[in-house]
């Protein structure tokens, strides 16, 4: 049988993550945010194709995967194992990392709408927060699917979500978006279409006449905070 060595799997990994290109793509993943090959082949000062290549070898040795949206695809770290040893690394080297700085407008990347769920910063932060709190959690069906939790069911009918309605839609019930603005998730389907309609019928949020905008409104600011720990 020609089973691989412990120390050979390590050197083949290594010799992945060392080729600096390589090396600095996944530093710029660590933050836990996507990015396209493109931005990815900028990061790294190489040309595109060759940038392909070096994500094709790092998906190989299952150091980053690619999620699809639409027609663009992202790339991000594979598991949170990746995360610890470049982590790990990064100690060991003492260099700091330049934070991920979005070009976004304000308005847009604060809160906007996502056809008809919500998406920027506080869309992000508030998965995050039903995640944390058990509300939500990775469905088996793949595809980035959610599944609705016990304590999710009572805290976000406390919210005035219309469970009910979000179940019996015709579409996927929740998913995660990847978020073009913050690279990460926000919650979509018919459970965040639910979740919008129910933070404007309260009054939490407030439409732009002109744009996709979303304007917190002062309750808003104050619930957002007092349940959920989102400064804004």
């Known amino acids: 049988m020609n089973v691989e060595s412990a120390d050979a799997a390590v050197a083949r990994i290594a010799a992945a993550i060392g080729e600096p290109a390589r090396t600095r793509m996944l530093f710029c993943l660590l933050d836990g945010r996507a990015r396209t090959s493109t931005e990815l082949a900028a990061v790294a ?32 770290l594979k598991s949170a194992q990746v995360a610890r040893a470049l982590e790990g690394m990064s100690v060991l080297a003492g260099t700091p990392r330049a934070s991920f700085q979005p070009s976004t407008p304000g ?63 015709r579409r996927r019930f929740a998913y995660g978006c990847l978020d073009w603005s913050e690279r990460r998730m926000h919650l979509a389907g018919a459970l965040g279409s639910a979740l919008l309609k129910a933070l404007r019928a309260r009054h939490w949020l407030e439409s732009e006449l002109d744009n996709r905008a979303l304007t917190i409104a002062p309750r808003g600011r104050r619930e957002l905070g007092q349940r959920f720990h989102i400064e804004i």
């Open 45 to 76: 000062e190489v040309a595109p194709p060759t940038a392909s290549a070096h994500l094709n070898r790092l998906k190989t040795e299952n150091l980053v995967a690619m999620q699809a949206q639409g027609k663009h695809r992202y790339y991000v």
């Open 107 to 169: 308005p847009y990347r604060l809160a906007r709408t996502c056809y008809d769920h919500m998406a920027g910063r506080i869309a992000v932060e508030l998965l995050d927060r039903f995640r944390s709190l058990r509300w939500l959690r990775a469905s088996s069906d793949g595809a980035n699917g959610l599944e609705l939790m016990q304590e999710g069911h009572a805290g976000l009918a406390a919210l005035g979500v219309d469970l009910d309605a979000a179940h019996s839609a």
